[in-house]
Nanobody
Framework: QVQLVESGGGLVQPGGSLRLSCAASGSIFSMFNMGWYRQAPGKQRDLVATTTVDGKPTYADSVKGRFTISRDKAKNTVSLQMNSLKSEDTAVYYC??????????WGQGIQVTVSS
């Protein structure tokens, strides 16, 4: 089992910044891919950014140039630096971990609200 705990969400004005963090614990020795997804009200959960164990990132087109994902393998954490936030970035953000055997784990989600 893997436990994922997100932190860092909240309310921010348009154009502002937030940094999300996700800490993994448990049976994490085979963790392969970590990343962030988000789900706005009434919409499906979509990819925001992911990174492999080697640190290779993938971003959704809507966040390229504004968000940066980073991973600390020693601390088993993944972070998402979000700059130039827009109202359309408002959503519940979820941390996800994919294990080498294919198992997928999700965090409980954290709210990010971009509003003036």
């Amino acid at each position: 089992q893997v436990q994922l705990v997100e932190s860092g969400g909240g309310l921010v004005q348009p154009g502002g910044s937030l940094r999300l963090s996700c800490a993994a614990s448990g049976s994490i020795f085979s963790m392969f891919n970590m990343g962030w997804y988000r789900q706005a009200p009434g919409k499906q959960r979509d990819l925001v950014a992911t990174t492999t164990v080697d640190g290779k990132p993938t971003y959704a087109d809507s966040v390229k140039g504004r968000f940066t994902i980073s991973r600390d393998k020693a601390k088993n954490t993944v972070s998402l630096q979000m700059n130039s936030l827009k109202s359309e970035d408002t959503a519940v953000y979820y941390c996800r971990a994919v294990m080498g055997g294919g198992s997928v784990y999700w965090g409980q989600g954290i709210q990010v609200t971009v509003s003036s």
